[in-house]
Structure formats: C-alpha cells, structure tokens
C-alpha cells in the first residue's frame, strides 16, 4: 500500500469544544458534583433579593421590630450557603480543568511520538510544542474557569429573568425584547473571535518553531555570524503573532463594549419606567429593590457571558487545532492482531522494494531492490552519498512503507507485524547519535530499560566508554546535559553504541558508527561492535576500510539501485564505482 502523507480521519461536523467530550466523560460524576454546587450558589444568589424585599417592605415597619433580627440571620445564612457552594463549585472545576487538560496533553504527546518520521517531514516540532503548551492551556483556563463561570451566569441569567417575570411581567417585557438586541453581536462577533483565535494560535506557533529551530543550532548560529538575522527572522514572526493577537482583541473588546452598553442601556430605561411605577403607586419600594437586584444580577450575568464566551471561541479554536492532530492517522499503520516474529528465519529480504520520500514524491531513493541478507551474516552497504543507503534502514525499521514491493524478516512481511514486536529485534546505531538529557546511566539504559547497573556497565565497557564515563564528575550519575552537550563527538557515539549492544538485538544496523572516534578510539569500539555483531545479522554502512574488509558481503549502491555485490577483493575488480569509492575514501592501502 502506498506511504502517503499524514491524513485526517472522517471527523464529524460539530462543535470543536465537543473533541473534549470523551477526555471529560471519565470525569461526569465529579463534573455533575460541581454543577449541583454551581446550581445552589446561583439558587443562593437568586434567593438575596428577596430576603432584601422583605427586610425593606416588613423589616422596618413598627409592626415587624420582632422579626428584624430573623430577616438579618436569615440573610446571614443565604451568604454561608453560598460560599460554601462557590468554593466546592471552584475546586470541583478547577480540579477538573487541569485534570482533563494534563489527559488532553498526554493523548496529543502519546499519539505525535508514534507518529511515523513521515509526519515530521513536512510539520516542525515547535509547532507541536505549541499545540501541546500553548494551546492545552487555553483549554484548562475554560474547562477550570470560564466554563463553570459560563454556566453560572446562564442560571443567574435565566433564574433571573424568571424572577423579573414574578416580580414585574410589564418591565420584563421591555427587557426581554433588548435581550435580542443583545444576541445578534454576541453571535457575529463570537464567530470573528473563535477563527482570529485559531488564526492567532497558529502564528504563535510559528515562532516556538522557528525558535525551537534556532536553540537547538545555536553553534552553527553563532559560528557563522548569524545572530542578527535569525533575531530579526524572530521578530517579524513574533510581530506577525501579535498582529494577529490584536485583531482578535479589537474584535473582543467590540464585543464586550457593544453587550454591556445594551444590557445596561436597557436596564436603565427599564429602571426609569420602574420608578415611575412606584410614584404611580403600582409598585411599592420592596418590589422595585428587588427588580434592581435582579436586574443587576441579570445584566451582570449577560455581561459576564458575553466575556466568558470570548474566552470559549478562543478555547474553541485552540480544541480544533488539537483535535486536528488527534486526528491524524500515520501513514504507516499498526499491524492487526499480536503476530510474533519467529526467533528464526530466513533473514531479512527486500522484494522489488522501489521507495521515494514522501518530500521528493518524484526522485525514487530505492528502485527495485532486491537483496537478502542472511541470519547471522554481515553485510556492508556502500555508495556515494544519497545512494539510498540510510534509506534502506528506515524501511527496515518501518519509518516508511516502500510504495512497491515488501520486506520481510524470518519470512514475515514487515506489516504483518507489530511495531513494537518489530523494533524489539533491531538495534541501531545513527551517524547522529541522539543523548537524552538524563545520565550516562539512563542513556544507556534506554536499549534495554530493566538492565542492571553492572549490565550497564558491561555495555559500557564494549563500547570502550566506561573509562571515560568513569572521568566524569558524578560517573554515570553525571548529568549529560540536552542533547548530550557536555560530551565530545565521540563520546557521544560511544555513549549510542553501549545503548545498542544493551539492547542485544538479533538485527543490528550501524550507520556510520564510528564516523566520530579517533584512531584509538575507533580501534576499541570496532573491536567491541565486531564482539556485538557474532551470531547477529549485521548492517553496516560505513565508508572505513577496516569495515568493509571485514563484512562477509559489501552490497553498492548508486542512485538507488544496486550495481554490484561481492567481497572487498571481488568488487575492486569487477565494480569500477566500489574501486573509485574504495581509492578516494579508504586511502592507497585499499
């Protein structure tokens, strides 16, 4: 089947905030918990105007001294209920919001790293950062804030225009017919914000790239005197963010500024018929202070919507942004089912397997390969640079499918197989060997994580690196700093092959593995990964002499295509392109 790049699965038209709905489900009962807390503080919020009505018509008449003290206690109780419900209803949705957004960070992270190497061709990791930081944090603050402020406010909002409606169906009518003035411009505007939001998302994440991009080279930044302009390159996308940012801001503060003069607006009017309502004798002063307090209480909760809802079509945006990447599907898929590889075989084999990088879809990197490699043979795989020699092990270790033909190992095509079943069997050691930044310890014993510390150091030792790890401040409890920059070149590689003969592998390939080792370096570690490689299949690519002569078969490689196979001795005869090579990398002794 053909690689293809990373796609989308079908999602369903709804609502972005929806995506969260399975990482809250776990959660419902506590989230039902907290919406009963919110529904007795907005009950309580409700109650107090009331309790004021009848502390103002009956509380201060000569006939009610009495009861003065009850009305006082009772309103004393009414504000117990109610901080206690709002701080339960805060820690109940706090808890939830930052729960539900460290699962939403996992989900992102565990399903990016399985994504095949394919998906990173064409995304920058900052971009991914961003997603996993910048935009999970908008969501915690609705989930943990602006959703429980949102629900709140749409009781108080609703409980009081019920309770406008007892107190004065004539004023609510005015009211309710300012409400829908009101609607249009949370509508309109709430729609502009949720896509400048996404828009505004997606240009921060553009600086964490280029910034993530530029940390991580900061040497060859400043080796060649580029500081100015990768500042300046920050800079205009850090201003093309804030751009952005500030067109979503003009439309939220319009937003905010258009409810809030509505609401208030018609409350005034409504509020000016009131009074006029009380001169008339229609309406006694109780009754009045009651619709002011609900009328407050009620545009408040509008206003206070009105805001939260800015902060939704924001959360909005960002849930999209993560839902488009819990979304996407590798191009290359898990194998159905638990097949196992058999402990032996026929080896590994390519079968007709032609392959182009999903980058370059035009200029094959492998055309119709077809070479077996068998248990326990040592095979060297040689070429001028782009021969697809690398391209090679990234197939092998399934980062790609080829768009034609198959491998197999032990007579098992590679996608009948788990991927992680498949790359228990493969050790590898890159020309670029990747440190983690932990100790020397725990990155060697990232091969093989239950290994002891004296198995640790064994690898150690055949890989010719204890002596130098032993040099180090704390030994192999030393920090080794990101990326492994407390260490040389060498010790660094040296560091990845222990990690590699940890792990044991029945398959072992090594790309350029020693490419950073001095001579006696060098000499010490091919002794160690010779000692590594008996009773292994083993693939080298390496353009060192002591290498090749040593394989029991070099394969050469041009243009993708293989030209010539044979031994060391064979190929200076009958290839021409091996005995250039040979000449111009491995000196006069080839």
């Known amino acids: 089947m053909p690689a293809t790049t ?236 804030f751009q952005a940012a500030l067109a979503r801001i003009r439309a939220r503060a319009l937003l905010t500024v258009a409810v809030i003069l509505l609401v208030f607006g018609a409350i005034v009017f409504v509020l000016w018929l009131g009074a006029h309502e009380v001169l008339g004798g229609r309406m006694s002063l109780g009754q009045l202070g009651q619709f002011i307090l609900y009328a407050v209480v009620t545009a408040g909760a509008i206003g206070a919507i009105a805001e939260v809802w800015g902060d939704v079509q924001r959360a909005a945006g960002a849930t999209e942004r993560l839902m488009e990447l819990l979304a996407l599907r590798s191009p290359v898929a898990e194998a159905d089912g638990t097949r196992l590889l058999p402990s032996s075989g026929a080896g590994i084999a390519f079968e007709d397997v032609t392959f182009s990088y999903p980058s370059r879809p035009g200029q094959p990197s492998l055309q119709e390969i077809n070479l077996t490699i068998a248990p326990g043979e040592h095979v060297a795989l040689v070429g001028p640079s782009g021969a697809g020699k690398s391209t090679l092990f990234q197939l092998l270790l399934r980062f790609y499918d080829p768009q034609h033909g198959r491998l197999t190992l032990n007579g098992v095509d590679l996608r009948e197989i788990g991927l992680a079943e498949l790359r228990r069997h493969i050790g590898v050691v890159l020309q670029d060997s990747v440190i983690f930044g932990a100790s020397a310890l725990e990155n060697i014993r990232y091969g093989r994580p239950d290994a002891t510390d004296a198995e640790v150091k064994a690898a150690a030792e055949a890989a010719a690196a204890h002596e130098f790890i032993e040099r180090l401040p704390q030994g192999y409890n030393t920090y080794l700093g990101e990326r492994g920059v407390r260490l040389s070149g060498g010790q660094r590689q040296r560091i990845a092959i222990a990690r590699a003969i940890l792990k044991n592998p029945p398959v072992l390939l090594l790309d350029e593995a020693t490419s950073a080792l001095d001579a006696e370096s060098e000499r010490l570690v091919q002794q160690a990964l010779e000692r590594a490689a008996e009773n292994r299949t083993t693939l080298v690519i390496a353009h060192r002499l002591a290498t090749v002569k040593k394989a029991d078969r070099i394969v050469v490689l041009d243009q993708g295509r293989i030209v010539a196979e044979g031994t060391h001795q064979t190929l200076l005869g009958t290839s021409p392109l091996y005995a250039r090579l040979a000449a111009l990398q491995f000196g006069p002794e080839a």
Not at 22 to 32: D, S, V
Not at 104 to 110: D, M
Not at 207 to 224: D, H, M, R, Y
Request: avoid cysteine; charge should be positive; hydrophobic fraction near 45%.
């Open 6 to 241: 990373a796609i989308p699965a079908p999602v369903r038209r709804v609502t972005p905030l929806a995506g969260l709905l399975p990482f809250l489900r776990p959660y419902r009962w506590l989230g039902l918990l907290a919406f009963v807390a919110l529904g007795i503080a907005a009950g309580a919020t409700l109650v107090l105007p009331v309790a004021f009505r009848n502390l103002i018509d009956r509380g201060f008449s000569p006939a009610s001294q009495g009861h003065i003290d009850r009305y006082f206690l009772l309103l004393f109780g009414v504000s117990v209920v109610l901080a206690v419900a709002t701080a339960a209803r805060f820690y109940l949705v706090s808890w939830l919001g930052e729960r539900v957004t460290a699962d939403v960070r996992n989900a992102v992270y565990r399903h990016v790293i399985r994504m095949s190497p394919e998906y990173f061709e064409t995304t920058q990791t900052g971009e991914v950062l961003s997603r996993l930081t910048t935009d999970t944090t908008l969501v915690q603050t609705v989930i943990g804030t602006s959703l429980s402020m949102g629900l709140r406010n749409l009781l108080l909002m609703l409980g009081g225009l019920a309770m406008l409606t007892v107190t004065s169906p004539s004023l609510t009518g005015y009211i309710l017919v300012t409400l829908l003035l009101v609607i249009l411009p949370i509508v309109v505007f709430g729609r502009r914000v949720r896509r400048l939001s996404k828009s505004s998302q997606d240009r921060i994440a553009d600086s964490s790239a280029i910034a993530g991009e530029t940390l991580n080279a900061v040497p060859t930044v400043q080796a060649f005197g580029q500081e100015p302009y990768e500042t300046e390159r920050f800079t205009r996308s850090v201003e093309t963010s």
